[in-house]
């Protein structure tokens, strides 16, 4: 579903955020990205929105390069992607109910497709009894689930998790991830950025490991680090 061939990333003030990845990455596949800060994971990230172009190699996204997209077809690649953030950046003045709902308005969902398919994902994140609450009103971790539904909401190919429980305890961080994973094998495809060593340790799904911008690991059943 994504290949990237040969990707580098110079910013303009010459930073080399991404150097000569190459990478893989099929349909329904759990993916952990991972490597110390300033390694180029969120670069890589914004490569796959397009919210950065590379410098250089290319990308293919479900078929399609990211490189020759036009601007004017990027909404629509970004309406097959989900993503969620470590801050959850949820409209505060809007309610649960409707900060998921805001994700289908946008890209023009009719009005009786919201109301039917919002309180359905509420219920498979299990907030189907919070949909009036505002975001204050919630845990971190139910927050963390209004962002997950309102990624999932639109039915994206792809979920692209940028640190998602790096605000959270470890036990509420676990459920984030059994959630995670229960979309996963639902079929939507993951990449999640991540410094959480205990859980890519315990799940062993596939490990990108990125250092000074160029790939360092790619193992399928993989830890945080290299084991020895
Ligand atoms: P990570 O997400 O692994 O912490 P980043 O992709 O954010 O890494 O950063 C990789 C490198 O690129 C770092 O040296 C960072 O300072 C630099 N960088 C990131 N974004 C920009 C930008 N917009 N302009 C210039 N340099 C950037
Ligand atoms: P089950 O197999 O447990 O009955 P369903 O596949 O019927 O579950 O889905 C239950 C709810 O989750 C429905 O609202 C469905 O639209 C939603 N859903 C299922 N798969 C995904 C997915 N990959 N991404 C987002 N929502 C999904």
Redesign the pocket.
């Known amino acids: 579903m994504i290949q990237m061939f040969n990707v580098s990333k110079t910013y303009s003030n010459g930073v080399k955020a991404l150097l000569d990845v190459s990478v893989r990455i099929q349909k329904g596949s759990f993916v952990f990205l991972v490597g110390p800060s300033g390694a180029g994971k969120s670069t890589f990230i914004k490569l796959l929105f397009r919210e950065e172009r590379p410098s250089g190699g290319q990308i293919i996204f479900n078929g399609r390069s990211l490189i020759r997209m036009r601007d004017k077809d990027v909404p629509h690649l970004r309406r097959q992607m989900g993503v969620v953030f470590q801050d959850f950046r949820l409209l505060p003045k809007k309610t649960v109910f409707e900060n998921v709902a805001f994700a289908m308005e946008v890209v023009e969902g009719p009005v009786k497709k919201i109301r039917q398919r919002v309180p359905?994902?509420l219920d498979?994140v299990g907030l189907g009894s919070k949909a009036n609450l505002y975001p204050h009103q919630l845990s971190g971790g139910e927050q963390q689930r209004v962002s997950i539904a309102r990624a999932?909401v639109n039915?994206p190919m792809l979920i692209i998790a940028d640190e998602p429980t790096g605000n959270l305890d470890p036990e509420t961080a676990k459920e984030i991830m059994d959630l995670l994973l229960d979309?996963n094998r639902?079929?939507?495809t993951i990449i999640m950025a991540t410094h959480a060593r205990d859980i890519v340790d315990s799940m062993r799904q596939r490990v990108i490991a990125i250092e000074g911008g160029r790939v360092v690991r790619d193992e399928e059943r993989g830890s945080y680090e290299k084991e020895k």
């Open positions: 359905q994902v498979m999932i039915d979309i639902r079929g939507t």
